[in-house]
């Protein structure tokens, strides 16, 4: 029998009871979350929306109970803890659709807007946000902060007990890089390091001058890389620069791997990826704000000091993710939208809350590249393995790299030849599609309410694969994930 042959027979289709179980216990997490939101919405008196999300819980809630008290195995499989994962991002946002419905907004909208908050990345296509209650605009920003932590990891820090079933969602869920402790002892030390970053970002913005709730808002968009604003003029609402700065900074910080943060990686951090990664990180965020203030300046004629105010922001916003913005980019010229396409591309740190192709695959590529050309003056036999840093390259890390790479090339070209075919502008389609895919959140004004209803799936379905890297999207779409003989439950 050929390899690939006996290979094939010793695979496993999904079991749905499984998934469903634990899809149960994500969901549980999920309805938990839901309760601070709920919480404030009483304390400020929006009885309506309160009602909403406790509808929203209380089906989270009741059907996740339901799911999870199922008997079922602990031997989750690897393509059972990817579809779950996918599945949450797309029963989450289906779920908190219903509370966001709340001040008119419609159904299509408001799933836009869900499913924008869980996948952080911030594209709204409300129009403005300054009519929308102060309940309504925590929830979005409280959606985001849970959804950049990561709904597996939330779940994993509260819910769900040491063992294989841990270790196989965090796989999923987790760099790899990340795991150099249990994961459950990990999530719980991300989840330290997430609160501890966030509770210092919203002192920070508050010593800088802003007002509370905004400062709570914003903290909560910014650690997450989110980039919703309770502005309509984003970044400029905040006023001072010394506060939109502060902003950024933030960003910045959940733009590096969590990981990097915990005491437990002090005394060989220089030796790990991550720090590797995050040279290349700050390296191509300063080659950002460079390029694009040299754009804005000398192709787009724009005034000296406004450059320099405002490109140092908008730069560090595309590079981390965030999507906030302190200036309209509908008129900026070409040579600075592609500037911000290829910063929003290729995204933050591996195992951040940022999105993006991440630096480390970048890295990667450019690696190969260097071997590639070293190898051409080397004699025929010998040998030269890509590194980076003291890691040696493994090959299945090579094939993950260059296919996620090539995975999201593909998702932006289909997802851009719509809004081709509708008549919209090429650069400003690619942007959006750009931006979506990478979980940014900057626009050129495309998404909007018009925005035809074709159009807008077609960014929620974006935001979705972008989120999961679009591997774990595929094996949902994929016929022999859910047809073929399965194994035994246990």
């Given amino acids: 029998m050929p390899v690939n042959r006996q290979v094939y027979t010793l695979a496993y289709a999904v079991r749905p009871r499984l998934v469903l179980k634990y899809l149960g216990q994500l969901g549980l997490a999920v309805a938990i979350a839901t309760l601070v939101p709920l919480a404030v919405a009483l304390v400020l008196g929006d009885y309506a ?11 989270l809630g009741g059907s996740g109970i339901l799911l999870a008290r199922q008997p079922a195995s602990d031997q989750l499989q690897t393509n059972e803890a990817l579809i ?15 509370p966001l419905m709340g001040p008119g907004v419609s159904f299509l909208d408001a799933l836009f807007e869900a499913v924008s908050a869980i996948t952080t990345t911030g ?7 300054s009519d929308k209650s ?19 990891v939330l779940s994993l820090s509260l819910l769900v007990e040491p063992g294989s079933v841990a270790h196989r969602l965090g796989q999923a869920a987790i760099d790899r890089e990340d795991l150099v402790t249990g994961t459950w002892v990990h999530a719980r030390r991300v989840l330290q390091v997430y609160l501890a970053l966030t509770a210092a970002g919203f002192l920070l913005l508050w010593l800088s001058g802003v007002e509370g709730l905004p400062a709570l808002l914003h903290t909560l968009s910014g650690i997450s890389t989110g980039g919703f604003s309770s502005y309509d003029a984003s970044l400029a609402g905040l006023g001072r620069w ?6 950024m900074l933030l960003t910045l910080a959940g733009a590096v791997s969590l990981g990097l943060y915990h005491p437990a990686y002090r005394s060989n951090w220089r030796a790990r990826l991550g720090y590797v990664e995050l040279k290349g990180l700050l390296a191509a965020a300063l080659v950002s704000i460079v390029a694009l203030t040299c754009s804005l ?17 908008i730069a560090l916003s595309a590079q981390t993710g965030a999507g906030f913005t302190s200036m309209p980019l509908d008129q900026v010229d070409p040579a600075s939208k592609l500037v911000l396409i290829l910063s929003m591309l290729i995204g933050g740190g591996m195992g951040s809350t940022s999105g993006g192709i991440k630096v480390l695959r970048l890295l990667i590529l450019l690696r190969l590249l260097q071997t590639m050309l070293r190898r051409s003056a080397l004699p025929q036999h010998a040998v030269l393995e890509p590194r980076l840093g003291r890691h040696r390259l493994a090959a299945p890390e090579i094939e993950h790299a260059l296919l996620i790479l090539l995975l999201f090339a593909g998702v932006i070209l289909c997802s851009w030849l719509p809004f081709l075919a509708m008549g919209y502008a090429p650069l400003d389609s690619l942007f959006e599609v750009v931006s979506a895919t990478a979980t940014v959140g900057l626009s050129t004004g495309i998404t909007a309410p018009v925005l035809p209803p074709l159009l807008k799936a077609v960014l929620c379905l974006d935001m979705w694969a972008g989120r999961l890297e679009v591997v774990a999207l595929l094996l949902v779409l994929y016929p022999r994930s859910w047809v073929g003989q399965r194994r035994a439950y246990r």
């Fill in 297 to 313: 300046w000398l192709l787009g004629g724009a005034d000296a000091t406004q450059t320099l105010l405002n490109a140092p922001l």
């Fill in 242 to 247: 010394s506060a939109q700065a502060m902003l």
């Fill in 123 to 129: 594209l709204t296509t409300l129009g403005k946000v």
């Fill in 49 to 59: 929306l309160m009602a909403r999300l406790g509808l929203a819980t209380l089906a």
């Fill in 134 to 152: 102060d309940a309504y605009l925590f929830t979005r920003a409280w959606m985001q902060w849970y959804g950049g932590l990561g709904i597996v």
């Fill in 84 to 98: 779950t994962t996918a599945l949450i991002f797309l029963l989450a946002p289906l779920a908190m659709s219903f």
